[in-house]
């Protein structure tokens, strides 16, 4: 079972930015693409971004295009998530998922197989 590992979660004020990272181990994180997601409280787990095995193509939620930017390092095993002009309901805590092989880069949470305990962001206003 593969390890994924968030970190760069923290309280920031409306306006602000943070960088997520998600770290795994493993010679394979290369063949994967990859995903985060969120959950804020009282809420359902929902896509926030996505990123192919090469790093060629992303997919956004519309909630957070133009703000927030998918990037990958093959040779460091980490995919990252740069958050700016952060608002109050991105509040959540952040997950990272790897997209099941076979599956073309999506939305949906079934597609993904495995997943981080999370890092909670907050943005305070």
């Known amino acids: 079972q593969v390890q994924l590992v968030e970190s760069g979660g923290g309280l920031v004020q409306a306006g602000g930015s943070l960088r997520l990272s998600c770290g795994t181990s493993g010679r394979t994180f290369s063949n994967y693409d990859m995903g985060w997601f969120r959950q804020a409280p009282g809420k359902e787990r929902e896509f926030v971004a996505a990123?192919?095995?090469?790093?060629?193509?992303?997919l956004y939620a519309d909630s957070v295009k133009g703000r927030f930017t998918i990037s990958r390092d093959n040779a460091k095993n980490t995919v990252y998530l740069q958050m700016n002009s952060l608002k109050p309901e991105d509040t959540a805590v952040y997950y990272c998922?790897?997209?099941?092989?076979?599956?073309?880069?999506?939305?949906?949470?079934?597609?993904?197989?495995?997943w981080g305990q999370g890092t909670q962001v907050t943005v305070s206003s």
């Open positions: 998922a790897r997209r099941r092989l076979g599956y073309a880069l999506g939305y949906g949470i079934v597609g993904y197989d495995s």
């Open positions: 990123i192919t095995l090469n790093g060629y193509s992303t």
